[in-house]
């Protein structure tokens, strides 16, 4: 069964086949790197980052790119209100992305190219773009002649009439025609600036992405992603100038996430619900929270509430639990039984079923309902009175497996292996043995903080995870 993906160009769900057999380019717009990103910033870097995996578990060979904006009007903002120099700036908040990403279970890309280091090849894109007569300067700007682009509106789906009516002039714009669009911009007093066959200036924000995509990845890309909200103008403009210069088919599918809510609201400073990853994460599990952005399909709207955060960490605690069942029932299984198969064939049924799903436009939230199955049935198992050391391992195989594709770890951060426990239990014995009470204690303390309960039995001291 081949992979389908919802096209944002075609209005449908599209058969992947990429250009070459076994390998996908992809591209995912990245953050502008002026603050801290929000949760609406993280749910791309999730979304794609679990399309990315599920494509490598189907066996493909990705190269994935994804940029850093790390110059455009709101980093000249926030250099000019801290004093700072954009280039620190960006550099700061960049290091803190992938820390806030990072922590999400969010593997960096293959290339993160940011603007700063690709000038010139932003420079010689839109130098071409003039050539063709699809730009013109104008006092120091640079501009995209819209209308000579014939397919404008393509991924949007807008006549590009209707187009016209939401597009204006802003003040000291020497367009030709509303519809136009920034490729350069002059440099103003005390900007950063570089220097262009236009004058001292910087590129405009549309340009950078199809200029680093054709670097890294070549003029015609598999697929192309990013938030709903760069459909239009973002992702239009992205077709039209690298189309425009190429002549080619920019990207064969295009891939949007939905918007995020916060309590059934639009996320904005002015409400005073404007929820930084730096902050939440200070407050919750990682994993709870990218447990939650999966929870739904990625292209519908998801509503970020307490609530639903509980209900995510409850639904994560029940596939760890099962997990952990698992492992301590390993110990004190036998050999082969007599319906060994039976389970082998439901966990196969159950792994096939999450790649159903899966297949379906990367519909995280029914997998992760197969998850579910995956713990309920492993939970009955569990309570044979005999049980197999071949289907303990396959249950856990199979969980390790499916929730890596989703990025989801079972083991909570700094959670201690089973085999550093008895360790550190060895250890107190030893202490006790010594009678440095002190020690011991210290290490009961030490577990006991990492949920672990020490049990002293005539037979031995035994443990639990709370």
Known sequence: MAIKFYNTLTRQKDEFHPIEEGKVKMYVCGPTVYNYIHIGNARPAIVFDTVRRYLQF?????????????????????????????????????????EDVGALGVQKADVHPRVMENMDIIIEFIEALIEKGYAYESDGDVYFRTRKFKDYGKLSHQPIEELRLGARIEVGEKKQDPLDFALWKAAKEGEIYWESPWGKG???????????????????IDIHAGGQDLTFPHHENEIAQTEALTGKTFANYWLHNGYIQIDNE???????????????????????LRFFMLSVHYRNPINFSQELLNSAKSGLERLRTAYENLLHR?????????????????????????????????????????????AKQANIYLREPQTSPKVIDAFLHEFETLTNVLGIKLQKENELLDEEIEALIEKRIEARKNRDFALADQIRDQLKEMNIILEDTPQGTRWKRM
């Open 58 to 98: 189907r066996g493909y060979e990705v190269k994935y790119v994804s940029n850093f904006t790390d110059v455009d009007d709101k980093l000249i903002r926030a250099a000019n209100e801290l004093g700072e120099d954009v280039p620190t700036i960006a550099e700061r908040f960049i290091q803190a992305y992938f």
């Open 202 to 220: 910087r590129p405009g924000w549309h340009i950078e992405c199809s200029a680093m995509a054709k670097k890294y990845l070549g003029e015609t």
């Open 266 to 288: 639009k996320m904005s400073k002015s409400l005073g619900n404007f929820v930084l990853v730096h902050d939440i994460l200070k407050q919750i599990d990682p994993q709870v």
């Open 330 to 374: 390993k110990e004190s299984s036998t050999g082969l039984t007599n319906n060994d198969e039976q389970w082998l064939a439901i966990i196969q049924e159950l792994h096939a079923r999450f790649i159903e799903e899966m297949d379906d436009d990367i519909n995280t939230a029914n997998a992760i309902s197969v998850l579910f199955d995956l």
